[in-house]
């Protein structure tokens, strides 16, 4: 079992006093959360205006600052296409970070998701694949490299139980007929 610290998500700036929001208040909590048992990180890089960001000036100081204050531990960042907001600047984003990340979550949603993760692998960067539907899952196993991503992640986002389990077996199905069998994080 894996526990990742997930330490700030894509929240607004408002959404609680104590949200990290800058690299020196991410590596404080991530620090905390690896005392506590995680073994991995998950964040949101920032800009100095706090708003979401893959420009390499924010993700350099983010990641650089979490291998600063939890050495040894697994540090993952997203690359949602809304912080951005365009394709283009995502890909040129993640050509000039110089602090790479362990991996990256992807969301097989999104448009830009194959040449996201291509550009991961060629920088080194381990993929999550981040699945939140059973097309999602149809479209991973299609991909040239879909099958060699370090793990992929499940988002479920249905609000009942029935129908979240219906979504997460559905997707855990499709991989397995594809022969794809990385560790799944729910």
Request: net charge negative.
């Amino acid at each position: 079992m894996i526990v990742q610290a997930c330490i700030n998500g894509a929240r607004p700036a408002d959404f609680h006093a104590a949200l990290p929001l800058d690299p020196d208040a991410m590596a404080r909590d991530g620090a905390v959360s690896v005392a506590a048992g995680a073994a991995e990180l998950h964040v949101h890089a920032r800009g100095a205006d706090r708003q979401e960001s893959l420009a390499p000036e924010a993700m350099d100081r983010t990641v650089a600052a979490l291998r600063r204050a939890c050495p040894g531990t697994l540090i993952g960042v997203s690359t949602g296409a809304w912080i951005e907001e365009d394709d283009l600047r995502t890909l040129v984003a993640i050509a000039g970070w110089r602090e790479l990340p362990d991996y990256a979550s992807v969301n097989l949603s999104e448009t830009a998701a194959p040449v996201v993760m291509e550009s991961l692998r060629q920088r080194g960067i381990g993929i999550e694949a981040g699945l939140a539907s059973i097309a999602d899952a149809e479209r991973l196993v299609t991909l040239d490299h879909g099958g060699r991503v370090l793990r992929v992640l499940i988002e479920i986002s249905e609000q009942t139980l029935d129908e979240a389990f219906q979504v997460a077996d559905g997707i855990e199905t499709v991989l397995a007929r594809a022969g794809i069998r990385r560790s799944i994080l729910l």
